[in-house]
């Protein structure tokens, strides 16, 4: 029986619930090592004109404290994506440009003497005006942030693809609106962590940090910190509190430890607390879309114009503008929309820096999408799905390359949307919206088509370089995954790869595919995904995120534990006398197909290979230790039009839901909601189906109630769980989930990642089934009861919604 496509419980679960983890926080640190506590800016904007230690400097116990002019001397700052003079320390020095941001660090021989004397460093500050709004930190009078820019706008591109203007010239109706995605984050139990130690001999640094990739963050750190990449040794855990994107935004922290811990002479630690986090770690950026739509008068879409504005706030730290540009080859879709035109605009405000969260950039491009694509229908009174039908790709087109680029694997839309409507789902959704409409209830349906990219090509963010530049830096593309599989003298046979833990189930798939290869049982499998830059493989594809587990590092460990077995055949076949293609891997043996009493022990053949390297074929290595790098010719740098893979598999989502709104209170009652997912080949139906829910939570949650606010002065308001409300289980609906399989042909396993979709999906349908239930137009998300509330004041009950 196959292995792959069971519901295998995870294996991670036992040291997880019973208390046994092994997080960051958990690893002993060296005798000695000093606490560190940052002193962050109380201002958005303003100048530092004096930093006086003294006063901290006399408490027993502070070892030393460092501001930004000690961290400029020994760094240089953060590299951009972009050439332009938007400059980084680890450290302010003469300027802060947000809320909360880094001023200085205090090292003490505990936190709580740290924390206590951080209090007593004097930092003057000149306040400047802040802005906060994206589109006023366009005005050419607004405040500027940086003083090389001419303005607060950096990087502007503009892209067309087949004759947009043409297409709008002739089109029956143009339908055009304008979106508001919120700035939000998603909050992992565990916070950043960075123990870090400088090494005087030889001049590098030696860091553990929970740190999640991508990996092209480190030679980002290593050349802030003045030395070669074998200098920085980085280190990760063997568990995690989980990330959902943030984690990638410890990296300055990292940096900013290792120079604390240069200066210190000591080993330093820090462990961010949750106050730190929510103000400054990082979160997805606000994004304002005006979407518009030429249109036939049976609603197909003829071509489609997207004025992207995203607001980065103060600083644009690598890998971003990510979000603006992860889907870009995809920006039509799950649609088959042959004319495209897209402005993307990038813009700083007085704002904690954005980065990567989970789902990036797919939740503010089908929020635009999605409500587009409703608003259609409401404009030719046409019923809403119609339009979605007519307008998704046809089964027969894939692999479909859309008008940005993007080369779809495989799908069949259509037959997905007839299966999550089918059985009754879509019958029940009318006739609860009837019923409660007739007793004078507000209720409305949305819908949600969206495509789930999965292993980003690391050459979609010179998308934002124009063609000249992009041929003076050369071709960027690729996402290259690595894994070994190494089977010891007795047979045990354990995995490494390039994907640190960050809590998905990866240990259990990883330790199925490598069992289905070598006919063990997963239980067999030890499974050790710790990153050790300093001698583990790794590229600067590697980390957690992009949903690249399925589509890259699980096809590199299948790869590796296939030559493995390649292997092991060719030594079997010799000593049982048979054919190498006569070999089989079952119930822990090695033996003949068409004789299986003709068989060796797995843990004996494996042994030959240690043991008895003069039994084994001619011209074979001893030992058993493959590792397999796995970099998809698909995954091509961008054309000279711009055109871009964004990723290497598209997997496709169809959500459908019902809403009932309180009007006196202004509740949005999620009553009923159906995922239909197609992710190609499933791994384990149990980690997808936990992965499905995490990621329904949260878009749940941008969609109702989670979002980063800062008053007109640029102060953080969210900065507890009080003001930032993360649902609990209490306020999670229960959802329907649905799967169908068109396997992917661009990968061995044909499998596609599937943990970010309804991040992307949840917010567009939940938001459409809002407008629907108050015939409304303009939904703001999160759909907060004031929000909800005035929007009904607008739409008072006299009012048919659509």
């Known amino acids: 029986m196959t292995l792959l496509g069971r519901p295998i419980k995870r294996k991670e679960d036992f040291a997880l619930l019973t208390g046994r983890g092994r997080f960051t926080d958990d690893v002993p640190v060296a005798a000695g090592t000093l606490s560190a506590h940052v002193i962050r800016s109380p201002h958005a904007h303003g100048l530092i004109r004096k930093v006086d230690k003294s006063r901290a400097l006399a408490v027993p116990g502070v070892h030393c404290v460092i501001d930004g002019a000690d961290v400029r001397r020994i760094s240089d700052p953060f590299l951009l994506a972009v050439k332009e003079p938007v400059t980084q320390w680890a450290l302010a020095s003469d300027r802060v440009r947000y809320f909360g941001e880094p001023v200085a660090v205090v090292l003490a021989s505990d936190r709580y003497r740290a924390e206590d004397a951080a209090a007593l460093v004097d930092i003057e500050y000149e306040p400047l005006p802040a802005v906060i709004d994206p589109l006023q930190a366009l005005d050419a009078n607004a405040p500027r942030l940086h003083d090389g820019l001419s303005g607060n706008e950096i990087g502007p591109r503009n892209f067309v693809y087949g004759d947009p203007g043409r297409a709008f010239a002739q089109a029956g109706m143009i339908v055009k609106l304008t979106t508001s995605y919120p700035r939000n984050s998603f909050t992992p139990l565990e916070c950043f962590v960075v123990t870090a130690e400088y090494r005087p001999g030889d001049g590098s640094y030696d860091v553990l940090s929970n740190f999640q990739g991508p990996f092209s963050a480190h030679p980002v750190m290593a050349r802030s910190l003045r030395i070669p990449g074998n200098k920085l040794r980085l280190r990760t855990p063997a568990d995690s509190g989980g990330s959902f994107g943030i984690k990638l935004s410890v990296f300055p922290y990292i940096v900013l430890m ?116 409703q608003r259609i229908a409401e404009e030719l009174h046409l019923d809403p799905l119609d339009v979605i039908r007519r307008n998704l790709i046809p089964p027969k087109a894939f692999p479909y390359r859309a008008a940005a680029g993007a080369l779809y694997d495989s799908g069949d839309y259509r037959r997905a949307v007839d299966v999550a409507i089918a059985d009754g789902r879509l019958d029940e959704l009318q006739q609860r919206r009837d019923a409660a409409r007739a007793a004078g209830r507000r209720y409305g349906i949305g819908y949600a088509a969206v495509v789930e990219p999965g292993m980003s090509n690391m050459g979609y963010l010179s998308t934002l370089l124009t063609p000249a530049a992009r041929e003076r830096a050369g071709p960027k593309n690729g996402a290259v995954s690595m894994a070994t599989v190494n089977v010891d003298p007795l047979g ?204 329904f939570a949260q878009g749940l949650a941008a969609a109702l109630y989670e979002e980063f606010i800062y008053d007109q002065n640029g ?28 396997p992917s042909p661009f990968t061995p396993l044909g499998a596609k990642g599937l943990a970010e979709g309804n991040c992307m999906s949840v917010p567009a349908c939940i938001a459409n089934a809002i407008a629907d239930a108050l015939g409304s137009e303009d939904i703001r998300l999160p759909a907060t009861p004031p929000r909800i509330l005035e929007s009904i004041s607008r739409n008072p009950p006299g009012k048919e919604p659509g």
Request: charged content about 20%; aromatic content about 6%.
């Open 258 to 373: 290792a120079l604390a811990s240069r200066i210190a002479g000591k080993p330093v630690k820090w462990v961010e607390d949750r106050l730190e986090h929510l103000t400054a770690a990082s979160s997805g950026p606000n994004r304002i879309t005006i979407a518009e739509a030429a249109v036939n008068r049976d609603g197909r879409v003829l071509a489609l114009r997207l004025e992207q504005i995203e607001d980065y706030g103060a600083y644009l730290r690598a890998p971003m503008p990510g979000p603006l540009y992860r889907m870009h080859g995809a920006s039509t879709g799950a649609y088959d929309i042959p004319n495209l035109a897209i402005t993307n605009r990038i813009v700083l405000t007085n704002k904690a820096p954005a980065a990567l969260i989970r789902g990036f950039g797919g939740p503010q491009l089908y929020l635009a999408l999605e409500r587009l694509m």
């Open 492 to 695: 045990a046979v354990s995995v490494t790869a390039d994907v640190p833990v960050q809590g998905q189930g990866h240990e259990t798939a990883i330790s199925q595919v490598v069992a289905e290869q070598l006919g063990l049982n997963p239980d067999d499998i030890s499974v050790h995904l710790e990153i050790d830059t300093a001698k583990d493989q790794w590229s600067i594809a590697s980390g957690n995120y992009s949903c690249r587990f399925t589509p890259g590092a699980a096809v590199a460990v299948h790869l590796a534990a296939r030559r493995v077995r390649d292997k092991l055949a060719r030594i079997a076949a010799k000593q049982l006398n048979v054919l190498a293609d006569d070999i089989e891997f079952a119930d822990g043996e090695v033996r003949s197909r068409s004789n299986p009493d003709n068989a060796l022990s797995f843990g004996r053949a494996a042994g030959t290979a240690h043991w008895s390297p003069g039994m084994l074929p001619d011209g074979m290595d001893a030992g058993l230790r493959e590792t397999a790098v796995w970099n998809p010719p698909e995954l091509e740098p961008p054309d000279d039009s711009d055109r871009i893979n964004t990723s290497l598999t598209y997997g496709f989502i169809f959500d459908m839901c019902g809403v009932e709104i309180d009007p006196v209170i202004g509740a949005v009652h999620v009553d009923r909601y159906y995922s239909m997912h197609d992710a190609g080949k499933l791994l384990n139906p149990m980690l997808a189906e936990g992965q499905i829910r995490g990621a």
């Open 715 to 742: 102060i953080f308001q969210s900065a507890n769980f009080a003001d930032y409300l993360v649902p609990t289980a209490c306020e999670i609906p229960p959802m329907t989930t649905m799967h169908m399989e068109t």
